[in-house]
Nanobody, 123 residues
Framework: QLQLVESGGGLVQPGGSLRLSCAAS????????IGWFRQAPGKEREGVSC????????YYARSLKGRFTIFRDGAKKWVYLQMNSLEPEDTGTYYC????????????????WGQGTQVTVSS
């Protein structure tokens, strides 16, 4: 059982940046495709970005307009979501999710989920 933990959320002003982190307790993420999702109050959960395990192929939601970047550390213990030029519409709970396969699927099925980290963009 893979236990995922997210961190890095918080309150930030519009235009600011945050870096979210995702790690597995007692394990590495090298064999897992990782997805980042978010859920705003009163809205459905949506896929934000994902990264494959083998070739590191990355995908992003079109609505992000290039503001977010997903990447792994060299040891493949962490997956990060760098979020720049944050907007109030980015507010929500962000989740990382994992599935043991090579390719990631934007907004697709994942076996393991973290508890989420809250991101609030407000002045």
């Amino acid at each position: 059982q893979l236990q995922l933990v997210e961190s890095g959320g918080g309150l930030v002003q519009p235009g600011g940046s945050l870096r979210l982190s995702c790690a597995a307790s007692g394990a590495t993420l090298g064999d897992y495709a990782i997805g980042w999702f978010r859920q705003a109050p009163g809205k459905e959960r949506e896929g934000v970005s994902c990264i494959g395990s083998s070739d590191g192929t990355k995908y992003y939601a079109r609505s992000l307009k290039g503001r977010f970047t997903i990447f792994r550390d060299g040891a493949k213990k962490w997956v990060y979501l760098q979020m720049n030029s944050l907007e109030p519409e980015d507010t929500g709970t962000y989740y990382c999710a994992a599935i043991r396969q090579a390719m990631c699927v934007m907004g697709g099925y994942y076996d393991y989920w973290g508890q989420g980290t809250q991101v609030t963009v407000s002045s």
